[in-house]
């Protein structure tokens, strides 16, 4: 095809996802190229699904690296899969898109793709349009009859606990946005990939079954997601803000208190919140330490309702909500 003729459906998915068209996992019947997919599932397991679409000027910056959002847009499905302790196993794109551009769409690939063979991932199907830039990831993934990890799983006196850093990600898209000033470069670039290239954290969902009671990924910000946890499992909790797990990225791009605001509100971390029995605490450390994953506790689950905000013993202010789309 000349350089300069325009891509069609068909020669675009030929282009940039042929690869798709021959199954890297055997148990991929049917895949990219059928009206639906086949797939196999493991003996003695149940299936496990996820969906999340990003829209640009949305989710993220119209101007975002497209390899950045290849990686983006499947990594916050495989975190949805990490909070259930699920293996992922194949996915779907749905992907429209304003103009064909070869290039950007060799970014976007190239950046999906990759992301897709660390975690053994098939991609067995999907669909193109033309319109504003929007791109759905359908998940499926497997775990072992009746193991499944949940938000209803929590009993009172658990202790919640958080992986990885809180905050970095808002920290990155208020420098990509240009609401946040650069204070330092080495601190600015790191939060910024924390934003572009966030990290689901798979294995350590793997692990935790059978040992914490609940999880949830944090997608909308601590603030958010903890009153979701909390109401399932029909109790409240209770966090000390000053345990907040803050990067020293975070640290030396603002104060304390605007970095405690961004850990508990901004969303977009993609770490595992956890409520774990006391007893089996040192259990899920281990874990983490084998995964070389920072664990950190930051309160517990207590009888009522709602989220109690402590900082240094006094009542904390927290922001009213993290994210919401329709806000």
Known sequence: MPADQPLGEFQLIDRFFARARRPTRADVILGVGDDAAVLRLPADHDLVAAIDTVVAGRHFPFDSPPHSIGHRVLAVNLSDLAAMGATPLWATLALTLPAADGEWLGEFAGGLLRLADEEGVALVGGDTTAGPLTISVSILGSVERGTALGRAGGRAGDVLVVTGTLGDAGAGLGLCMG???????????????RFQYPTARVAFGRAARGIASAAMDLSDGLV????????????AARVDVARLPLSDALRRSLPIGPARELALA????????????????????????RLNLMLTAIGELIPGDGVEWLLEGASYAAPSSGFDHFR
């Open 266 to 289: 901004a969303g977009d971390d993609y770490e595992l919140l956890l409520a774990v029995p006391a007893p089996r605490l040192a259990e899920l450390e281990a874990a983490a330490r």
């Open 179 to 193: 609401r946040l000033a650069p204070m330092d470069p080495a601190a600015a670039e790191a939060l910024v990939k």
């Open 224 to 235: 958010g997601d903890l009153p979701k946890l909390a109401a399932a499992s029909g109790l």
